[in-house]
């Protein structure tokens, strides 16, 4: 076996880089559920109105949402390694603050300092691991491993938060963020040794940095105040259509700026796109397993908090199997939508399972093969998706790209929120109103608000399975990448037809036997 002088330059503390970028991913995602657990406690700890309480959650949301391709754009020009640090040090000092909250407003300003810190973050973790592992084979584990952990982040995030919140104090759901970051900073700083080149020297797009964070917070708002006022909402309504001329704006002045924020080669790519799509989409589904599972384990099961979040171990096993050794295999052999369509099927399959759920049924028959189902699924979707997201983008873009890939992910996460809850709420009160004649006594009347709420629950796992066949239509038809063994990366962009090919710092390193 001989080796190309490329290969001899890999970093050899890549491998150890990679435990440290996946302890950071797992604090950013599992943070957008922990939370969601300690929450009652702390609106009773801190006198929390009810008004207030969903903020605890959106400020967390929109700084998150709104600032990340500002993020990934900054990741790029700064340096990934020192966003990333930069990032972690934030994050940290933020959950310090928010533990510490001695009122409403100084928790809500330490999420929203969350938000800002983990948008800077969270690409520049990725875009890490996307110059970082350029060897095919090497890259399809270590995203493999990414993969599992941003899919599997909400379901430990659960667990954790039952557990901290029930043993500890609701504080601790904060607090925990900075034994992470301190270990996660300790290892970049001895660990990550990011690429030689690669920045992007190109003047900030201001006009573009306000369009982006502004038309995303107020989408990412829009959806959240769904939930809540309806949409048929004046506030609803006006939020949505905001956000859509403010993204209109953005994508004009990016097609006529010399230097964007998000150059347009980098979503116009057809598996590029492709791949943010599916995601997002996926996501939007895979968002009613998470918010009404939680629910009818609690409510109609009776599970406490760490109980129910135990119960979500499941679909953390099966996302590790289905992204860490299937996708990992398989994706270099095979094109990555033969993963991703059919991935998303089995996760679609696993919702039509849990249309079926009564008062009276059990965790064995109905939710463990589902959750199974949905993580393994998932973690067929989640690794390919987010291969392909970075693959053959120019270093230079790297940060942004990684941003679009959390952009996917949270944009899906509140329009799946706001879409499931209303249509579970709207089935819950018909379903309510339709049996109430035959109501008769106490009992009834308990016995048919489980039902009614069960009902609801089942719309939305249908409407679930429903866009994850749509996901999956939409990795069939949009993504056609071959295997990801080629040596270079640009042939892999122009078999797609994408416009980053070009350049020898495009060049993957590879083995020659």
């Known amino acids: 076996m001989t080796t190309s002088p490329i290969a001899q330059t890999l970093d050899p503390r890549r491998w150890r880089a990679l435990a440290f970028i996946a302890l950071a991913q797992l604090m950013v995602v599992l943070d957008g559920t922990v939370v969601n657990i300690a929450l009652p406690s702390a609106q009773r700890d801190l006198g929390i109105s009810d008004a207030n309480r969903q903020w605890v959650v959106t400020a967390y949301a929109l700084a998150f949402g709104g600032l990340l ?30 533990g510490a909250a001695l ?5 809500l300003s330490a999420r929203a300092l969350q938000g800002a810190f983990g948008a800077l973050l969270a690409p520049a973790a990725l875009s890490l691991l996307a110059v970082m592992f350029t060897e095919p084979k090497e890259r399809a ?23 901290l919140t029930e043993y500890a104090n609701w504080r601790w759901t904060l607090y925990i963020n900075v034994f992470f970051a ?40 829009g959806f959240n105040k769904a939930e809540t006022d309806g949409w048929g909402s004046g506030v609803t309504l006006g939020f949505i259509i905001a956000a859509v001329v403010l993204l209109s704006v953005f994508v004009l002045v990016q097609s006529r700026t010399s230097a964007p924020l998000l150059p347009l080669r980098v979503v116009t790519d057809r598996n590029r796109g492709g791949a943010y799509l599916t995601l997002g989409i996926a996501v939007v589904g895979m968002f009613g397993a998470f918010l009404f599972l939680t629910y009818y384990l609690q409510v109609v099961l009776g599970y406490t908090p760490v109980t129910s979040g135990l119960a979500f171990l499941p ?28 991935g998303a099927l089995i996760a679609a399959s696993a919702m039509l399972i849990l249309t079926q759920i009564q008062v009276g049924s059990s965790y064995a028959t109905h939710v463990l093969p589902a959750l199974l189902m949905i993580g393994f699924g998932m973690g067929l979707v989640f690794m390919p998706s987010m291969n392909l997201a970075t693959l053959g983008v120019k270093p230079q873009d790297a940060g942004v790209a990684s941003a679009m890939v959390s952009t996917s992910q949270q944009v899906g996460g509140a329009i799946g929120t706001a879409l499931l809850s209303t249509l579970a709420n709207s089935a819950t009160a018909n379903y309510a109103a339709s049996h109430a004649a035959a109501v008769h006594s106490q009992a009834a009347a308990g016995l048919l608000k489980l039902s009614a709420m069960v009902h609801g629950f089942t719309v939305a796992f249908w409407t679930a399975a429903g866009l994850l066949v749509l996901a999956s239509i939409t990795a069939a038809v949009l993504v056609n990448a071959a295997p990801l063994r080629s040596a270079h990366a640009p042939d892999a962009d122009a078999s797609s037809g994408g416009s980053d090919a070009g350049g020898p710092q495009d060049e993957i390193p590879v083995i020659v036997h």
């Open 103 to 107: 009122n409403t407003g100084m928790l």
């Open 182 to 221: 301190v270990i996660a900073v300790a290892g970049a700083v001895f660990e990550i040794k990011e690429p030689e080149g690669g920045r992007n020297r190109n003047r900030l797009d201001i006009p573009g940095i306000v369009l982006a964070s502004a038309g995303l917070a107020s989408l990412v708002y």
């Open 141 to 163: 584990k270590a995203f493999g491993i990414y993969g599992a952990i941003s899919g599997a982040g909400a379901a430990v995030g659960l667990i954790l938060g039952g557990v």
């Open 69 to 98: 391709l500002f993020g990934g754009r900054i990741a790029d020009r700064w340096g990934r390694r020192r966003a990333f640090i930069t990032g972690l040090v934030g994050f940290a000092a933020s959950s310090a603050l928010g």
């Open 315 to 342: 679909m953390v096993v099966g996302m590790m199997l289905g992204a860490t050794q299937v996708a990992v295999r398989l994706l270099p052999k095979v094109r990555a939508r033969y993963l991703m369509a059919p």
